[in-house]
């Protein structure tokens, strides 16, 4: 008889009792993004909440996390290095630098576009060979470049470049390419939703209209003369003050101007106001401080607070972030966005969330796929393992589609209430081999929605005339195997692995191994058992090892498998140990 139970089974907990069923205590939070800075530029990743206040609305609020973000340049591809235990939709706090510079063309003399290409260089060498960059002009579309971190295609199209100042601009003129600079800026912004790493945007211009100012045709002396066209209104900076709060990413004005009347560079300061940094100035023949944004902007600070429930109703407060510690300064957008809250009966449901674009993040969680053969089918079952972030929190409903390579919905299926009080939660469904882009949805107990997605091949692994599954990594629970996404104080991890294909009287052994790396050498090596008769084919091969001195982070269980004593193949998953 076997040991184990059938998969769909050992992999859920025998017990749920250690979840309990609890929303986000006083509702989702919101959450805010600083950067803190030496008086030289310097960026300072040590600080604590401890270490700052917050006031949104002029009060202080509670710090419910705190996170700092490092930006630098993603590591080259490795065969060894270490991929993620699972999926997850929790906000990341480290990844790439990601710069988008915007070109207000029409403010740039011919002739002069050397001082911005010189400005690129200077950027480029204060951020990593592997950050990405993007160009965006605002008139000559074909200059424009996608992110990418190819250092001569972005020289070839700055030099490319072709300043389009006219001489003797009106002030209608500037009104004009002050509207059109703002809605590309907001076209811009909205291409880096919140929630993501932060994004600079460099805007280079020699000027802006401010807010309200009179143009020349409002200014005749008949009182029937008409208005400008593109007369600059509070109403067009506020457009591009509302879209930063709905965005990713932080912009920085770069004067580029050797000399700006007194109003275009009032438009540039107010905008940089809007914008939470200072004004950058660009000059001839020396160095810039765009140098200094690229120091500045590789440490981030992110934090939450919960709101009071009167203060849900979509309304924009003053924010301010003030760091104890003498010498350094805080750099923030001034102001945040307060979401209107969404009574729990109008949260979409978790079905409705599969075929949406965006990401819903209000109900965080993790979240792995595992596969294996499914008896007298040509399918594969693919068993999803997930779980709050946040341990206070249980899952109420839950859906699992996989798309395929067109987008094309293809495999939907939806969690079982009875697997919904285990930890981890689960959910089974069959599809057609294949490598599919996976949504899992779900909602909390409160009705917070949050979707993970993942790409996942599924697929069996073949190993000489044997298949296998997915190599399933958990716990001894009660004589039974429980799945787990993360480890804490336990002393040992078990490897579970189905076996598949066997021939009679082949003999089937394995050894499970700890890697720091996925090619990388043994550290640790377990025992394994064999367990089932092979009667139909199927055997269970299960591997316990010690991680009770495994520091935190992330190593790989190795199930080396092999057939009559000589090795036919491997699988590998990711264990991670949290902090105990």
């Known amino acids: 008889m076997l040991f184990v139970l059938p998969l769909i089974g050992a992999l859920t907990s025998a017990s749920g009792a250690d979840q309990q069923s609890a929303g986000a205590p006083g509702g989702t939070p919101v959450t805010v993004e600083f950067r803190a800075v030496t008086s030289a530029g310097s960026p300072v990743n040590d600080l604590k ?56 063309d029409e403010s740039i003399a011919p002739g002069d576009e050397t001082r911005l290409t010189a400005a690129l260089d200077q950027y480029l060498s204060g951020i990593g060979s592997g950050d990405r960059v993007g160009i965006v002009t605002v008139m000559d579309r074909g200059s424009n470049v996608s992110l990418t971190n190819d250092r001569d295609k972005l020289r070839a199209a700055m030099k490319g470049m072709t300043g389009r100042a006219r001489t003797g601009e009106s002030a209608d003129d500037a009104a004009c390419r002050t509207r059109r600079s703002l809605g590309a800026l907001i076209s811009v912004a909205a291409g880096f939703p919140p929630g993501g790493l932060p994004v600079t945007v460099l805007f280079f211009t020699t000027g802006l209209t401010p807010p309200g100012t009179a143009t020349m045709s409002r200014m005749g002396s008949s009182s029937t003369a008409p208005t400008s066209v593109c007369e600059v209104q509070p109403r067009d900076y506020q457009q591009f003050a509302d879209a930063t709060l709905e965005t990713s990413a932080s912009i920085y004005v770069v004067s580029a101007a050797l000399s700006s009347s007194t109003s275009l560079q009032s438009g540039m300061e107010n905008l940089a106001g809007i914008s939470g940094n200072a004004l950058v100035q660009l000059v001839r023949g020396g160095d810039t401080d765009v140098v200094r944004v690229a120091r500045e902007n590789s440490a981030w600070y992110r ?52 075929r949406e674009a965006k990401v819903h993040r209000d109900f965080e969680f993790r979240a792995a796929a595992y596969a294996s053969q499914e008896v007298g089918s040509d399918k594969v079952k693919l068993v999803v393992l997930f779980e709050p972030t ?50 899992v949805a779900a909602v909390d107990a409160a009705g917070h929605g949050g979707t993970v997605d993942a790409d996942v091949d599924v697929s069996l692994t073949r190993a000489g005339s044997i298949q296998m599954g997915s190599l399933i990594l958990g716990v001894a629970d009660g004589g039974s195997f429980a799945g787990r996404l993360t480890f804490g104080a336990e002393p040992a991890a078990i490897g579970y692995l189905e076996v598949y294909g066997l021939a009679p009287g082949a003999k089937l052994s394995a050894v499970l191994e700890i890697s720091q790396t996925v090619g990388g ?53 990711t264990l991670r140990k949290r902090s105990k």
């Open 49 to 104: 909440a401890g270490d700052i206040t917050l006031k949104v609305a002029g009060r202080e609020r509670v710090i419910k996390s705190f996170d700092l973000i490092q930006l630098g340049e993603a590591p080259a591809p490795d065969r060894n290095t270490v991929p993620s235990p699972f999926a997850t939709n929790a906000l990341r706090v480290s990844g790439p630098r990601d710069t988008v510079l915007v070109i207000d």
């Open 303 to 354: 934090v939450a607070f919960v709101p009071e429930a009167n203060e849900r109703s979509g309304s924009v407060q003053r924010v301010d972030v003030q760091v104890k510690r003498p010498g350094v300064e805080s750099h923030t957008r001034p102001q945040v966005l307060i979401p209107k809250a969404t009574p729990s009966s109008q949260v979409s449901v978790a079905k409705d969330m599969l």
């Open 390 to 439: 946040d341990p206070a929190q249980a899952v109420k409903s839950a859906v699992v589609g996989l798309f395929d390579q067109k987008g094309k919905l293809v495999v939907q299926g939806t969690a079982e209430a009875a697997n919904l009080t285990r930890a981890p939660a689960t959910l089974a469904i069959l599809a057609n081999p294949g490598v599919y882009r996976m949504r």
């Open 521 to 573: 050498p043994a550290v640790t090596a377990g025992a394994t058992k064999i367990l089932g008769d092979g009667a139909d084919g199927r055997r269970v091969i299960l591997g316990g090892v010690p991680i009770d001195q495994l520091p935190a982070g992330d190593v790989v269980l190795r199930m080396v498998v092999s057939l009559d004593g000589k090795p036919v193949g491997q699988v590998t998953r």
